[in-house]
Nanobody
């Protein structure tokens, strides 16, 4: 069974940091770009950032650029989202997801992603 399992998240004060991890099972994700999305109550999935299959390229939304950082360790099928300088508006459920197509990266649309993690809640207090 192919799945992505997330860990991390929690409650933090504004200006603080959190790190989310995403581990892949049932498939070698080395050929697939990984995206991170977030969803606040009553809103659609919002693209946060992504990383190419080799990890050589990362890309971010304007709202998190300079504050968030994505990395991956293909030997461990593990991807991470480091979130610094968190703001209350960053509060949401965060999801990792793998691209539907191999050797493709840069997609910002949730429709281009096939497998999704179960989500991790991030709450930032003011």
């Amino acid at each position: 069974q192919v799945q992505l399992v997330e860990s991390g998240g929690g409650l933090v004060q504004a200006g603080g940091s959190l790190r989310l991890s995403c581990v892949g099972f049932g498939r070698n994700f080395n050929s697939y770009a990984i995206g991170w999305f977030r969803q606040a109550p009553g809103k659609d999935h919002e693209f946060v950032g992504g990383i190419s299959w080799r990890g050589k390229r990362t890309y971010y939304s304007e709202s998190v650029k300079g504050r968030f950082s994505i990395s991956r360790d293909n030997a461990r099928n593990t991807m991470s989202l480091q979130m610094n300088s968190l703001k209350p508006e960053d509060t949401a459920g965060y999801y990792c997801a793998s691209e539907r197509r191999s050797l493709i990266s840069g997609s910002h649309s949730s429709q281009e992603y096939e497998y999704w993690g179960q989500g991790a809640q991030v709450t930032v207090s003011s």
